[in-house]
């Protein structure tokens, strides 16, 4: 299963590529437009396409048997520079607005990064003894017994 991070980088282009493209829609030309949709579309594709490849890479090797996934990286990466190749060089789109929707992903990791270091660490009811070790949590019984 692929770690809540990854999803949340995920979701964070889909997202990200949508607004963009919704915006561009409304305000820019049709080559604009085009390539940003473009290349937004080819970053979610591959990083779609990645994580699912490192989670059965990650999970062929938590078992112990050695798989073929990191194998596919190769075909996935020329894939991905044929894609790009045809894009450019066959669709009239504006490369600056392909390479901006392209680059959406980082704009993603960026995000969660922040947003990993921001949050809030969880609650714990375990308090620290002054001994510098971690004691049992106090529950309302044992207070009452501290006498």
Same mark, same amino acid.
């Given at each position: 299963m692929a770690s809540p991070s990854i999803l949340r980088i995920e979701r964070l282009n889909y997202g990200i590529s949508a607004v963009a493209i919704v915006l561009a829609l409304a305000t820019q030309s049709r080559t604009i437009t085009l390539g940003l949709a473009i290349g937004a579309g080819l970053t979610c594709l591959n990083f779609y396409v990645l994580r699912r490849l490192i989670v059965k890479w990650t999970a062929e090797a938590a078992s112990g048997k050695g798989g073929n996934a990191s194998l596919l990286m190769l075909p996935k990466m020329l894939g991905l520079m044929g894609a790009v190749a045809v894009s450019v060089l066959f669709l009239p789109i504006d490369i600056i607005a392909f =390479? =901006?929707?392209?680059?959406?992903?980082i704009l993603s990791i960026v995000i969660e990064t922040a947003y990993t270091a921001l949050r809030p660490a969880a609650a714990d009811p375990v308090d620290e003894s002054p001994a510098g070790g971690i004691s049992a949590p106090k529950t309302p019984a044992s207070e009452n017994n501290d006498g």
């Open positions: =390479a =901006a929707g392209y680059s959406i992903f």
